[in-house]
Nanobody
């Protein structure tokens, strides 16, 4: 079964940094676009950053200049480097990956179960 698993969340002080990782595994033929979403308590889930298979990136305005998304295609992994963290970055961060799987050769989005990021003094 295809799955994506996040890691790297935790508690960090304002101004600090964290790096999130998300690895896709299973019956994978291709990993297309990947992205990071977050959902703060009481709020809707929002796109934080995305990256295409050609490495084109897109960021939410709130994280531009602070977060960097990247990917390692050989490892089927996407990263989110988060610098200059603010309390408002506190949320559960979810990995999303558009994946073509076998034996059906169909493509769909897969979601990780999330990793908590808490920015607090």
């Amino acid at each position: 079964q295809v799955q994506v698993v996040e890691s790297g969340g935790g508690l960090v002080q304002p101004g600090g940094s964290l790096r999130l990782s998300c690895a896709a595994s299973g019956a994978i033929l291709a990993v297309n676009d990947m992205g990071w979403y977050r959902q703060a308590a009481g709020k809707e889930r929002e796109l934080v950053a995305s990256i295409t298979s050609a490495a084109f990136t897109n960021y939410a305005d709130s994280v531009k200049g602070r977060f960097t998304i990247s990917r390692d295609n050989a490892k089927k992994t996407v990263f989110l480097q988060m610098n200059s963290l603010k309390p408002e970055d506190t949320a559960v961060y979810y990995c999303n990956a558009n994946i073509k799987s076998y034996p059906t050769s169909t493509t769909m989005d897969y979601w990780g179960k999330g990793t908590q990021v808490t920015v607090s003094s």
